[in-house]
């Protein structure tokens, strides 16, 4: 969008000013590329509380698990209440939550992180134009400049 | 010429440091927008609670049951001190912008008297 106003001056910059906006646009870039990675994890992390929540739907009191107290040892449990969940809502709070309510909060969680990763997405397909073109002006302006100093010998 | 090159070295050495400041400032601004988001989306989570919904607060390695109520106030509180946050962040910045344009120019101006000198 931003492609038009910017690509009809770009011509008319300096060499350094050129170099410049590239550098700055690849800082950017590499920045929403980390932003949706993690995103990515984040959703990645979130289907998976979906899904276990999913194992238990339709569970009763009494159902047992082997809960992971660390990655490597697990004990043999009960659940006493599985149709109610402790949900993470963020900066270090949780609720309390029936499943239906856990399920809601979890989708809509899905929904909400899914939308920012395509929002991502189109800036990084734009950012990544824009640097195309940034580049390709910087390689003709060296070139012409290099031309240039070789041509006429004093200068 | 040594000299003028001392200057030119000097007065660079400056606008890098302003760079690297507003580095930080920008990270420092990042780190802030993002804690907003999250904090913005505790907040809406928590509106939509029944009153009697049970809230905990993980301190440490545990979770304490705090009461909804208070939960909602230092959320708010926690967000309105994030905004201070990232206007103080932002007026700094656009003082650095400032700050880094006079550099520049300081430095133009000593390239241009050099390179008129020799001539």
Redesign the interface.
């Given at each position: 969008m931003t492609e038009e106003s910017k690509g009809v001056p770009v011509a008319d910059l300096s060499v350094e000013q050129v170099a410049t906006l590239e550098k700055q646009l690849v800082s950017e870039l590499e920045f929403f590329v980390e932003s949706q990675n993690q995103l990515k994890l984040v959703l990645g992390r979130n289907d998976k509380s979906i899904n276990a929540l999913s194992i238990l739907q339709d569970s009763q009191p009494g159902h047992t698990a082997l809960i992971p107290l660390s990655e490597s040892m697990y004990v043999k449990a009960e659940l006493s209440d599985p149709s109610r969940a402790v949900v993470e809502i963020g900066t270090g709070y949780f609720a309390e939550m029936n499943r239906d309510k856990a399920q809601a909060f979890l989708e809509r969680k899905k929904a909400y992180i899914t939308k920012q990763i395509e929002s991502l997405e189109k800036i990084i397909v734009d950012k990544r134009r824009m640097r195309a073109v940034l580049a390709d002006a910087l390689q003709q302006k060296i070139q012409a400049q290099l031309a240039n100093m070789q041509m006429p010998p004093n200068r | 010429m040594a000299t003028d090159q001392a200057k030119f070295e000097e007065e660079l050495n400056k606008f890098k440091q302003l760079e690297k400041d507003r580095e930080k400032y920008i990270n420092n601004r990042?780190q802030l927008e993002s804690?907003l988001t999250?904090?913005t989306?505790?907040k809406q989570?928590?509106d939509l609670?029944d009153s009697d919904?049970?809230?905990?607060?993980?301190?440490g390695a545990v979770?304490v049951r705090?009461d909804l109520a208070e939960?909602r106030a230092n959320?708010d509180k926690?967000l309105e001190y994030i905004n201070a946050e990232i206007k103080r962040v932002e007026d700094n910045l656009s003082d650095f912008e400032t700050k880094m344009k006079t550099q520049q120019n300081k430095l133009m101006s000593i390239q241009e008297a050099a390179r008129k000198k020799p001539a």
């Open positions: - | 990042q804690q999250e904090n989306l505790v989570e928590l609670m919904a049970k809230v905990y607060k993980l301190i979770l705090q939960a959320v926690r």
